[in-house]
């Protein structure tokens, strides 16, 4: 079962930027559309991006513009850059697939905008 670990979280201010990490280990991605969500204190999980396999992107559209994902097949590994951060961006951000069955879901990382 692959094993999902996320990092590259911090505390930023208005206006920064921030490049996530998600790394597998135990299995790979393969050809799994990949994604990342985040979660507000007291709310559920949220989808933010999503990338192909070959690298179609979507986003929602509050990070439009702001945020690119991408991966790296062979390291089995999505990013997720982060510019022009907002203070609504705090938030707990979590890779995974973007269709159930989900991988068990990792620790997250921590995203905190503020000044």
């Known amino acids: 079962q692959v094993q999902l670990a996320e990092s590259g979280g911090g505390l930023v201010q208005p206006g920064g930027s921030l490049r996530l990490s998600c790394a597998a280990s135990?299995?790979?991605?393969?050809?799994?559309?990949m994604a990342w969500f985040r979660q507000f204190p007291g709310k559920q999980r949220d989808l933010v991006a999503s990338?192909?396999?070959?690298?179609?992107?979507n986003y929602v559209d509050s990070v439009k513009g702001r945020f690119t994902i991408s991966r790296d097949n062979s390291e089995n590994t999505v990013y997720l850059q982060m510019n022009s951060l907002k203070p609504e961006d705090t938030a707990v951000y979590y890779c995974n697939r973007l269709h159930w069955p989900y991988y068990g879901w990792g620790q997250g990382t921590q995203v905190t905008v503020s000044s």
């Open positions: 135990r299995g790979t991605f393969g050809t799994n559309v």
């Open positions: 990338i192909s396999s070959n690298g179609n992107t």
